[in-house]
Nanobody, 118 residues
């Protein structure tokens, strides 16, 4: 059974940092694009960042560019999101996703809550 498990969320003050992890099990995603999304209360889920299979190509939403860094370690089947200079508007449930095909992701994690206080 394929599972994506996010961890590292929590409560942080504005300006602080958090590092999210997404651990995959059940199969390897070393040849697949992986990504992070988030959903704030009352809002639709939105794209945050994604990373190619090799880690050589990364893309970010304008709202997080320069503050967040996506990375992956295929040796341990894990993806990361380093979030710095956090803002209250970054508060959301963060989801990881794996295996992007025709613009859609086949696998999703259960989400981890990130709350940024002002």
């Amino acid at each position: 059974q394929v599972q994506l498990v996010e961890s590292g969320g929590g409560l942080v003050q504005a300006g602080g940092s958090l590092r999210l992890s997404c651990a995959a099990s059940g199969r390897t995603f070393s040849s697949a694009t992986m990504g992070w999304f988030r959903q704030a209360p009352g809002k639709e889920r939105e794209f945050v960042a994604d990373i190619s299979w090799s880690g050589g190509n990364t893309y970010y939403a304008d709202s997080v560019k320069g503050r967040f860094t996506i990375s992956r370690d295929n040796a341990v089947n894990t993806m990361y999101l380093q979030m710095n200079s956090l803002k209250p508007e970054d508060t959301a449930v963060y989801y990881c996703a794996a295996e992007k095909r025709r613009g859609m992701y086949n696998y999703w994690g259960q989400g981890t809550q990130v709350t940024v206080s002002s």
